[in-house]
Every structure is written in C-alpha cells, then in structure tokens.
C-alpha cells in the first residue's frame, strides 16, 4: 500500500474507535444494547441487580416463541403485487417485514373479537378485524401516538403528540369508522392517555412543558360531544394514564414531581368525584398504568414492580414479586388482571418483556420474554385478550396460550445489513446469526443455507448463480474467522479464507474479481478473490466498512478514522483520513463520481462526501443524521439512509423522504427509481413500489 503512514496508536485504537465511536451502521462488534425509542415515561429504572423473579421459567400460558429467529421455511412477508393489505405509509413506502409493521406500538384498545385498534411511533394506526392487521402509519417520524380508547367503533380517539420531541405539539385524532382526522393539536405539551364513559365523556391527560423542554404541569383534557376543554394541575407535573367508571369517578396517574435530572421522584394519583381534582395517594415511583372494574375496584401500575389497588376506601400496596417497569393493567374483571411492563438489564436498560398475572390472591409471572418490552395490554374477554409493545410486537391470548401476532423477526437488536438482487423478483438480504432472506416478488423466506455463521454484513453478486455474503463465521480463542458465504443457484457453501477478521463489505467486478473488507485483530484488511481463492492484499490501515468500484482497476474503500484508501489495478493508495471520522458506505456512478456517507464524531453529525475524479469534497445535505449506506441509479439519483430515515439526492440538492419507520436503517437497493428496498434494525425490511 502506498503512503501507509498510520500512526502505531492510530493502529492501536481501532477496536476502540469501533466499539465506542461505530454507530448503528456497523453491528460488527456488539448488537445495540437498547431501542432508542424505548417509553418517554419510563425515567426511573429498576436498579440493575433487582431482578428477583429473572429466573423464573415460562409459564405454561406462553407459546414457545416463534419470533425471535424465523424458520428456514417461514414466509413472513406476503406482497401479492399490491399494497392493499400491506401497512403503508402516505408517500408509498410499506412495510414488508416484520409484518404488519416494525414500528413499536404502545397501546392497544378492543371493541370487540373483530375489532381492535392499536397505536404508536410514527403515528402508526392497525386495526384488527379478526382476521388480519391493516392500517398507516404518519407522514411524520415526529408523530407519536400514546393512547388509544372508543366509546364504539366508530367513534375512536388517539392521543398523543408531534414535533422535536423536546418541544412536542399534543395531539388528539378522532375515528368516525371511515377516516381518521386531528381534533386538536396545541404546542410545548403532550397527550399519554386517554378513557372516557361515553362519545361525549372523554378524559385526555398528559403533561404541559416549559421553555427548556421539561414537564411542568399535568394536562387534564375533556371532550364533551362538541369541543375539548383543558386544565392545569399543580398537584402533577405529568399525567400517564386515566381511567373512569362514570363521569364522576376518574383515576388520572402520572408524577407529582419530575425533573431532567432526576426523573420522576413522586408517583401521583389523582381522582375526580364530578366537580374538582385531588390528589389522593401517592407512591416513590413513576406510576404509569390505571384500570378498575368499579370505583371500589381499581388497579394502578407503574416503576419498581409498584402495584397499588383501591378498595374504595383506601389504596393498599399489592406484592408484585418484581422490581422491573410496569407499564399498563388491564382486566376482564377484577379476578383476572394482567400486568405488561419491561424487564431491565445492564446500566437500568430495557432488555425485554415481563408479564404479570392475578387471579384475585396473588401476581404470577408468566413470562419474561424475549428483547422486546410490552407497553400496552387491553381485551375483550378472559379468552381474547392483546399485548402490545416495541418493534411491532403483537401479542394474543387466546384463554389458554399468549402467542405473537407478529410475523418475522421482531426480537429487539436483530438486524438486516447488506441487500442485494439481480431483479425485482429476486433480492436478498443478510443479518444477524448468519441470516440469509430472498424475495421472490410476492413475499420474503428464509433461506436454509445450512450454514452457522455469527453474523453477515454485506452481499454483492455478479449474477443470479454466482453470490457472495460475508461477515463473521464465529471465533477461535476469541479471535474472529472471516465468513464468506458462496451460492452457486443451487446451494449455499462456506468459502475459505484463512482470515482472522471482521468482514463488513463485498463488492466485485466480475465473478473472478471480488474484494471483501473488515478489520482484523489490529489493522483494517481487504480480501481479493481471483475466481480460485481468497487471499489478503492488505491488511495495513483502521477497520473498513464498505467497498466499491466502477471496475477491476478502479477501487475505493472507507472506514474508521477517515480512511479512503483506492485500488488502482496494482496498488491500493491513501486518499483520506480523519481521527474522528467514520466513513460506512461508499458507491457512484464512475470513478469520476463517487459518494461516501457516514459521521463526524467530532460534532455526531452524519456527512457526505463526493468525488470528482481529483478531489473529495463535503456535500451539504440539511440535516445532521448519522449515515449508514449509500446507493443510486444515476449521478441525479442518489438515496442515502441512516440514524432517521432516507434522504434522496437529484442532482443539486438532498431531501429527506419519510419512509414510516423508527427503526436504524442500513442499506438500499431497486431495480428502478420506482421499486425500491430499504433494510434496517430491529429486523426491518421496506418497500417502495409503483
């Protein structure tokens, strides 16, 4: 390699560099140890070490989960060439795994067998109709729904808010069975809950904020059959959860105290008896969840396993036997209550799904699930009940049996890195354990590769019979074994490569022509296959995540710390490099006109790169999103993806285009400006089609 004059502790750092400065884009190390869009409300965790019940077995109430690694024969995704039962946003793109959609839900609300609603991130809306979810999702990534109830099914009420979510807008959608509208939407405040006793008895609460972003005052909204009127409490600075038994027996939850600091430092419950509010009882934790049967049979739920229960005289403290999060109650009466909240694992994280039982004596854990947390749980009777929570988890009760809704992976840190097709009718994707996905053109199956590799980043082919995956196979004595991954048409075979590294990135010219690029032990490396083997043509500078070329002597590669190194034909030369710069992805149309995205520690900010065919220069595109892959049709129709979503490059300028979803996303691909795939976190595959 030419000029390879990096610094020994430049060379030295590049596993740190990797593990604390390598955002989502790069999964090569550590899976993401939380979702980012975990409950606004959940500030005060379970301490790490109160975990009491962490060893308790599934209860027999629980199907096996089916959900966590799809089978090789599942088919997840069914796209039978229209969009009609595919949950979609208003610009066109939709979900096509994890279906109905990847974005998390947090409350769900029944009418009947044949119709439930549910509501979340990115105003997302489903309804069940006792056969299949459908429903949209917001334009905006801003919009989050809260909470969900109706007096029937046509006459439904979602609350939440929009906005930067320091300086949210509260939000209040109506449903009259045929369309959804915005009632109301009022600045520096935010909508959690709602409940009513009938279409014309509606109780919203939330929280009021102030000009630094900080709850300051509990909301208390109420809709009256024609207008919604508002008020203030002191006695709360955020309100949770409500719920009534009439109009004049309201429970309202929340905090009576919470700074930014500190979080909540005194739960609230406040009662309503038709004429004033007053604060009733208070516990030591944010109390997040409320329901009853009557006014002398109540239920209030929130964090550090707190349960409370009013008899109508007095609250009394119930044993929950846990110490983790509960965030919602509901029951078909009040001898059969169900509690869904969030087991907490390292540094007080979310790290997956607690559930709790009573039957009227005392709490039973079912079950402490899998990554993902519930947040919401609601039903119609002892034998149809729902559960809701992140990633689209969908959970149902049957009387016997809580089973996932929710097709496709949908466990929490599971990822679809590398994407690739030779058509519309044939694209593949690859991720975590060594995952391999194909598309068909009507719907998406796990491919038995026979395989058992760590994990696969990236996948490149040069026709439909001749395609690479690579990644990492496993570990010898804790050092990393190069995967590659090989298919022939017919079969999938393991290649070897004598490598001891993390593979990121495949890219080749011709079937005989393949590079591949990671980072081994101590140095970046770059693999070259000539049609017979792999070998090792250079294994000098810091961890590279991506590589491309217009041809076979037309090479670029980028990674951490700055570096772009390029392939001539005959020697690989430096042509950048940053301390604080992680470069993820690199793609063009020539080699005259080449794109680098990626982020800019220094400041977190994500940036684009462009080559002319001399020089590298820094691409204004609007918004500061860290960036993960970068991919084209043309020099005027480039699209990059990352921290927030897509944004699309026409020739003079980048725009954002919202695609409906929270989750990281990591990689694109089309086979035209009209039939385009986005690949993400939390087992997120998208779909773009005219």
């Known amino acids: 390699m030419k000029s390879a004059n990096w610094p020994l502790l430049v060379l030295l750092s590049i596993v740190f560099l990797a593990g604390v400065f390598g955002c989502d884009c790069s999964r090569t190390h550590i899976r993401n140890a939380a979702d980012d869009d975990s409950s606004p409300d959940d500030d005060s965790s379970a301490d790490d070490d109160s975990s009491p019940d962490d060893d308790s077995s599934a209860d027999d109430d629980f199907a096996p989960d089916d959900d966590s690694t799809p089978d090789d024969d599942s088919t997840p995704a069914d796209d039978d060439d229209d969009n009609s039962d595919l949950v979609c946003n208003p610009d066109g793109w939709c979900w096509q795994y994890p279906l109905p959609q990847g974005n998390s839900l947090h409350e769900v609300w029944a009418v009947s067998p044949t119709d439930v609603f549910a509501v979340g991130r990115y105003g997302t809306i489903l309804h069940y109709d006792g056969a299949k979810w459908t429903g949209t999702i917001g334009a905006d990534e801003g919009i989050t729904l809260h909470s969900v109830w109706g007096s029937s099914t046509s006459d439904v009420f979602a609350v939440g808010e ?112 038709g004429s004033s509010w007053t604060l009733t009882a208070h516990g030591t934790s944010m109390l997040q969840g409320v329901w009853g049967t009557s006014h002398s049979d109540v239920f209030v739920v929130g964090n550090d396993g707190a349960i409370w229960h009013y008899d109508g005289v007095e609250w009394l403290k119930m044993e929950s036997g846990t110490s983790w999060a509960l965030y919602d109650v509901w029951g078909s009466s009040g001898s059969d209550v169900y509690v869904v909240g969030a087991r907490l694992g390292a540094f007080g994280l979310p790290d997956g799904y607690v559930m709790l039982h009573y039957q009227g004596s005392v709490w039973e854990m079912l079950d402490s699930g899998p990554k993902n947390i519930l947040y919401g749980v609601a039903g119609n009777s002892d034998s149809d009940a729902f559960a809701v929570g992140t990633d689209g988890t969908i959970l149902h009760y049957d009387g016997s049996t809580w089973s996932p809704m929710t097709t496709g992976v949908t466990e929490e840190n599971w990822h679809f890195g590398g994407i690739w097709g030779s058509s519309t009718t044939d694209v593949y994707t690859v991720g975590d354990e060594g995952s391999v996905l194909h598309y068909d053109g009507h719907s998406w199956s796990t491919v038995s590769t026979g395989l058992n590799f760590h994990i696969l980043q990236s996948i490149w082919g040069s026709s439909v ?117 992680s470069y993820n992805a690199v793609w063009g149309t020539s080699g005259t006109d080449v794109f680098v995205v990626g982020r800019d520690h220094s400041n977190n900010d994500g940036l684009i790169l462009h080559y002319d065919g001399s020089t590298w220069s820094a691409m204004p595109y609007g918004i500061t999103d860290w960036l993960c892959g970068v991919w084209g049709l043309s020099s005027s129709d480039v699209y990059a993806v990352g921290e927030h979503g897509l944004i699309h490059y026409d020739g003079s300028a980048w725009s954002r285009i919202e695609v409906g979803a929270t989750s990281w996303l990591h990689n694109i691909w089309g086979a035209s400006d009209t039939d385009l795939f986005i690949t993400g976190g939390n087992g997120a595959i998208l779909h773009y089609s005219l």
């Open 162 to 273: 929009t906005g930067d979510g320091d300086y949210p807008s509260l939000l209040i959608m109506h449903y009259d069975g045929a369309i959804w509208t915005t009632m109301v939407s009022k600045s520096m405040s935010s909508l959690h809950g709602v409940w009513g006793s009938s279409g014309v008895d509606v109780f919203a609460v939330g929280s009021e904020y102030d000009a630094s972003g900080t709850p300051s005052a509990g909301l208390i909204m109420h809709y009256d059959g024609s207008s919604w009127s508002t008020e203030k409490t002191e006695a709360a600075t955020m309100l949770i959860d409500v719920w009534c038994s009439s109009s004049s027996d309201v429970f309202a939850v929340g905090c009576t105290k919470y700074s930014s600091y500190g979080g909540c430092e005194q739960g609230a419950i406040l009662h309503y008896d």
């Open 465 to 581: 019979t001749d395609i690479f995956a690579v990644g990492t196979e496993g570990f010898f004595e804790s050092r990393p074994i190069a995967g590659v991954m090989h298919y022939d048409g017919s079969s999938w075979s393991s290649m070897d490569t004598c490598a001891e590294s993390y593979l990121n990135g495949v890219w080749g010219s011709s079937e005989n022509d393949v590079f591949a690029v990671g980072s081994g032990l101590s140095a970046g490396v770059i693999l070259h296959y000539d049609g017979d083997s792999w070998s090792v043509m250079m294994d000098e500078a810091p961890q590279l995540n991506s590589v491309w070329g217009s041809s076979a002597t037309d090479v670029f590669a980028v990674g951490e710390i700055g570096v772009i190194v390029h392939y001539d034909g005959s020697d690989w030369s430096e042509m950048s490099g940053g301390e604080f710069i």
